[in-house]
């Protein structure tokens, strides 16, 4: 044992291509709001409340195009509960933004990316 017990996730840490797109996109998409100063890309912009906000980089250099199912980072999920995941549903919708709905045995769930291809999961449990 390491003789420490990790709490919770305290936040989700991503490279962006652009911050001003991503920045506006995680507002306009998904509520969250900026929390910090925006004015160095080498800090990380903090978007959403705690416990468990995103930190958004601006990445130096692009990434490889990454195939489906390789390693890295599959998907991060974001609690909505029973109602937020069908207001969540109804404001993709009305955006015509793709998504998928997938039920997790009673559980549903609504999957889609961010503008790097980040998969994002809602989840209304």
Excluded: C
């Amino acid at each position: 044992m390491p003789g420490f017990t990790p709490q919770r996730l305290d936040h989700v840490s991503l490279n962006v291509s652009d911050r001003p797109r991503s920045i506006a996109w995680y507002r306009d998409v998904l509520g969250l709001q900026p929390r910090n100063d925006q004015a160095r890309d080498d800090w990380p912009v903090f978007l959403g409340a705690q416990p468990s906000p995103i930190a958004l980089f601006q990445a130096a250099r692009e990434s490889p195009p990454r195939e489906p199912e390789s390693t890295g980072l599959r998907h991060f999920a974001l609690l909505v509960g029973r109602e937020g995941i069908e207001r969540a549903r109804e404001h993709l919708e009305a955006r015509a933004f793709p998504f998928t709905p997938v039920d997790h045995g009673g559980t549903p769930s609504l999957y889609f990316k961010d503008p790097d291809g980040n998969t994002i999961e809602l989840v209304g449990a």
